[in-house]
Structure formats: C-alpha cells, structure tokens
C-alpha cells in the first residue's frame, strides 16, 4: 500500500497582488519514498489565502485517483480549520458566516470540498518557515510561481 504526502504553500506579493503557489507531493512505499512530483501556478490579482487554498486544490486534482491515504500539509490555519471545521457550518447556513456575511472564497472551498468528500484526506497543520522540507520546498515553489507572473 502506498502512503502519498502532499505539502502545499501559497505566497502573494500584496494582499491582494501577484501571487503564487506550490505543492510536493511524494509517494511513499515501505517507508522510503518512491516518487516526487513538484507543482506550482500563479495569478495575477489574488490573496494569500487565495493561493494557498489553490496549493490544496491542485494537490488534491493531481492525488484525485488515489484510494490511499493521503496526508496533506499546509501552514495555513485558515485553510485546515476551513475544510475540516467551518465548511459544514457555512454549508448548513446557505454558505453564510455566523455575522451571515457571504463566505470569501466559496468556489474555491466547494472545488476542495468535493474533492475531499470523494478521498481520504488527513489535514495537517504545520509551521511556516521552521525547517520543514517539504514545507519550505513548497513555500519555494509558491514564490517561484510569483515570480513568474
């Protein structure tokens, strides 16, 4: 059985401004990493919250066919208590925040969400800029994608 880990991190310049993101993603067998797959994107008017949900998504679209388990990584706070916490309220209440103002960044949580109903995702929180690698791998390939816009 494979074991797939997918470390995802956004960057933007501004907020809003150019911004970009990255995910690792590693296939694990018997304890040893089998293979890798680097991804990356960027956009020209977005959030930082906006490009590390985008991180997430395109993991989970590339991880889509897997039945395994799949750990996903992120530094974002908002995007783990989102998808694991506050989505089932916002969906209960017509995608409305307790203040019944409209939730930001509702496509983008309704493409995870679908995705994440269908896999076995584990979410994760890790800390930013502390020396994990594949954390600070993906934080590198979010500003590379920024860069690159």
């Known amino acids: 059985m494979f074991k797939f880990m997918a470390y995802t991190d956004g960057a933007c310049s501004g907020n809003p401004g150019i911004g970009g993101w990255g995910a690792v993603l590693l296939a694990e067998k018997n304890n040893e ?5 680097e991804l990356s994107g960027s956009a020209k008017e977005t959030t930082n ?16 066919d ?4 799949i750990e996903l990584y992120t530094d974002s706070n908002y ?4 998808i694991t916490e ?13 203040a019944k103002k409209p939730v930001a960044n509702r496509d983008l949580w309704i493409e995870i969400s679908d995705l994440n ?7 994760n929180w890790v800390k930013g800029h502390a020396g994990d690698p594949g954390n600070e791998r993906a934080d590198q390939l ?7 816009v």
Not at 86 to 98: M, P
Request: charged share 30%; net charge positive; no cysteine.
């Open 33 to 37: 990493i089998i293979k890798r797959k």
């Open 49 to 64: 919250n906006q490009m590390e949900m985008q991180a997430a998504l395109e993991a989970l679209k590339y991880l889509k």
């Open 66 to 69: 897997k039945n395994d388990v």
């Open 79 to 82: 995007l783990r208590q989102g």
């Open 86 to 98: 506050w989505i089932h309220k916002w969906k209960s209440n017509n995608w409305r925040t307790a």
């Open 117 to 123: 109903e269908k896999m076995n995702v584990h979410w």
């Open 142 to 148: 979010a500003n590379l994608g920024a860069d690159n």
